[in-house]
Nanobody, 120 residues
């Protein structure tokens, strides 16, 4: 089981980006999925999370500017970020609780991280 994130890049302040993260491998079910970020010199923090039935929760710093969604048929989670600010610059990691086909309980998995840089 692995998570593959994509969609990061360099964007000007006020711009938008859409991150994607797909789970692959021998999966029985995917439960909560989310995005975290880690800026240089700071701890990793939660950005947004979505349950397997679509309930969402956002960090105050991105609330109103970001939307998390998922496509259960593709085991994929998305993060649409708008009105980006320099403070949003960080490595963004996807995270998911996944029940492997051969497992008895869900395990927590991390993607490889994708860099988002907001700068003029």
């Amino acid at each position: 089981v692995q998570l593959q994130a994509s969609g990061g890049g360099l964007v000007q302040p006020g711009g938008s980006l859409r991150l994607s993260c797909a789970a692959s491998g021998s999966i029985r079910s995917v439960n909560a999925m989310g995005w975290y970020r880690q800026a240089p010199g700071k701890q990793r923090e939660l950005v947004a999370i979505i349950s397997n039935v679509g309930s969402t929760n956002y960090a105050d710093s991105v609330k109103g500017r970001s939307t998390i969604s998922r496509d259960n048929s593709k085991s994929t989670v998305y993060l649409q970020m708008n009105t980006l600010k320099p403070d949003d610059t960080a490595v963004y990691y996807c995270n998911a609780w996944i029940l492997p086909s051969s497992g008895l309980s869900s395990r927590n998995y991390w993607g490889q991280g994708t860099q988002v840089t907001v700068s003029s």
